[in-house]
């Protein structure tokens, strides 16, 4: 048999009842309680401060003062209801609690019936909410605190980078000067000209190069990191920027006794890129091999198709890199143990900004290393549209 709509709508209520903590009364036209629920004062005691049955509402409990004339008005039918959400007090346990009043009609069709008074304990989701309110409170200030500790960044760098630039070019001018002069000492040098002379000469053009570099790369650390790496492409050859750049190691090999074997491609390696960067990415790999190298020792510049890319590889007869060593070769500033152990000297970046420049070109940068067997380092950039394998 199907039950009716109120006995529906009873068992409801029961279910509802016995689920959350919710206490009732029946109030009439007065406002006067006349019956509650047995359960009323134990929810409602951190407000109730008489017995229910025969007091005023506004009596009993506190919310409703000022209220009365809109309890009325749902008594005569005027207003649906009245809700009162999240009233919090302090319970004996010194606790915060929550409570959400309901007032409503008893009987829709006879408002003579009197009210639907119904009380629900919602500590739970008021602390709930509360903590959701502190939390999006702390949020903001947070997010305040961030834009100015952004603001405050980005003005750092814009006096970071005028610095850099101003420094680069008060320390490049004379820079220029101390190469040139050692380079021209160098071919002026008579045959009879001691070795002594001739080293010391070699060695002010190797470190003033050095010192170029460094101001270079210090340069494009700050680009990167705002992302300002300008990137120029033409046509080029890969090999010819190989090259460029052995011949303008010759100097340091020398001095160190170590000897370079090309090992490059017979075919052309045309690329799309910007050679001037390129250079500086090899430039970087081959002073790093010669640094890392011993004296007397062996460094190999090899160069490939494969793959529909222009691959370069160098590789070097050094101490080489263990597994860990190498998965951290290509942060910004990292030198591995042993190179501060020995004192090699480097700043870190050289390896970071190689690989920035080559994936600017959409070119992979690999290493492959083992401790006292070398280390082999290799760039990727796609050949020119039309020359690429297939």
């Not at 009873?10 to 016995?18: D, F």
């Not at 009609?105 to 019936?113: C, E, L, R």
């Not at 074997?261 to 890129?273: D, G, K, R, V």
């Not at 460094?299 to 007869?317: F, K, M, Q």
């Amino acid at each position: 048999m199907t039950p009716t709509y109120d006995a529906l709508a009873r068992r409801a209520a029961e279910a509802l009842a016995s689920y959350r903590e919710i206490a009732y009364a029946l109030i009439d036209d007065e406002l006067i309680i006349r019956a509650a629920s047995p359960n009323f004062l134990a929810l409602l005691g951190a407000g109730a401060e008489v017995a229910p049955e025969d007091a005023h509402l506004t009596t009993v409990l506190w919310e409703f003062i000022g209220l009365e004339e809109a309890l009325k008005d749902v008594a005569r039918g005027d207003l649906p209801a009245l809700h009162l959400p999240q009233i919090n007090r302090v319970a004996d346990d010194e606790q915060v609690h929550y409570l959400t009043y309901l007032v409503v009609p008893f009987d829709p069709a006879d408002t003579s019936q009197g009210l639907l008074f119904v009380a629900e304990d919602t500590t739970y989701y008021g602390r709930l909410e509360q903590g959701l309110v502190q939390d999006r409170n702390e949020l903001r200030l947070m997010r305040n605190a961030l834009i100015r500790a952004n603001d405050e960044l980005r003005r750092i760098n814009r006096l970071k980078s005028l610095f850099l630039s101003m420094a680069a070019h008060d320390l490049r001018s004379p820079l220029t000067v101390v190469d040139g002069y050692s380079q021209l000492l160098l071919e002026q040098l008579p045959p009879e000209g001691s070795a002594e002379q001739r080293r010391m000469l070699l060695s002010m053009s190797i470190q003033s190069d050095r010192m170029a570099r460094l101001i270079t790369d210090l340069l494009d650390l700050d680009r990167i990191e705002q992302g300002r790496l300008v990137i120029n492409p033409s046509q080029c050859d890969l090999n010819d920027i190989a090259r460029d750049s052995i011949g303008l190691h010759q100097l340091m090999l020398e001095q160190r006794s170590q000897v370079l074997e090309p090992e490059l491609s017979a075919e052309p390696l045309p690329i799309w890129a910007d050679a001037d960067r390129l250079l500086q990415v090899v430039n970087n790999l081959i002073a790093n091999a010669i640094k890392y190298t011993g004296k007397g020792g062996r460094i190999r510049v090899r160069s490939e198709r494969r793959d529909g890319r222009a691959v370069l590889a160098v590789l070097d007869s050094g101490k080489g890199m263990t597994a860990d060593e190498v998965s951290h070769v290509f942060e910004v500033y990292y030198r591995t143990e042993k190179a501060k152990r020995s004192q090699i000297q480097g700043s870190g970046l050289g390896l970071f900004i190689v690989k920035s420049i080559v994936e600017a070109h959409g070119g992979v940068v690999a290493v492959d290393s083992q401790p006292g067997q070398g280390t082999r380092f290799e760039i990727g950039v796609p050949l020119r549209e039309g020359d690429a394998d297939g």
